[in-house]
């Protein structure tokens, strides 16, 4: 699996997600679905509300129609309020894993959580009974995504684990916020 970690500001995600969609990509949130159908993300905006008032969000899967050639797969989980669906982890695709920073209230702490990009090497495609390799094209994309973010953030550390922190981000952290991360350099 290729990750790429980062801790940014609202802005400077939602400016990538800006030019992702600008760039053809689907988006859609890992979220616990009342009915097995995906909600696509159509503005940077609505992506920011679901960042930042949803407690079940997960990473959001990003994938190109010329790329995904098999489409996401849901699994059924039971709850308490009924059954709800969920996209499967490296099922249907292959697609690109987008979790967003965000700020957490922990105690009486502000906390600014890590995000990342990632793809994994290899999907499961329920269909054809069998996996698939991820594409070159997804790959290529997934590192113009981290040159993307490289230029706009500052390399640093917390022990051997390497991490891209945005400016806004760094504001934040002068300001008070804490980082999820233990032993992370500032």
């Known amino acids: 699996m290729a990750e790429f970690d980062f801790i940014l500001g609202e ?3 939602l400016l990538i ?3 992702l969609i600008k760039d053809g990509a689907t988006i859609v ?4 679905y009342e009915r097995p159908v995906w909600q696509e993300i159509k503005d940077s905006s609505e992506a920011a509300r679901i ?3 949803r407690l079940d969000y997960g990473p959001f899967f990003v994938s190109w129609a010329d790329q995904n ?3 996401y797969e849901f699994t059924a989980i039971p709850r308490p309020e009924g059954l709800r669906y969920f996209l499967g982890q490296k099922q249907g695709g292959p697609y690109m894993g987008f979790l967003a920073s965000r700020v957490v209230q922990r105690d009486q702490e502000q ?6 990009i990632a ?4 999907y499961w495609i329920d269909s054809i009974g069998g996996e698939i390799p991820v594409s070159e094209q997804l790959k290529l994309k997934y590192k113009m995504l981290v040159k993307s973010i490289k230029k706009i953030a500052t390399r640093t550390h917390a022990g051997i684990r390497v991490y891209w922190i945005g ?3 760094m504001q934040l952290f002068r300001s008070g916020y804490s980082s999820s991360i233990q032993g992370l350099s500032l």
């Open 11 to 13: 802005h400077e995600q």
């Open 111 to 116: 906390l600014l959580t890590t995000g990342f």
């Open 29 to 32: 949130p890992f979220l616990a």
């Open 69 to 71: 050639p098999y489409p």
């Open 17 to 19: 997600l800006d030019h």
């Open 167 to 169: 400016e806004e981000a």
């Open 119 to 122: 793809y994994y090497a290899r």
């Open 51 to 53: 960042i930042r008032d």
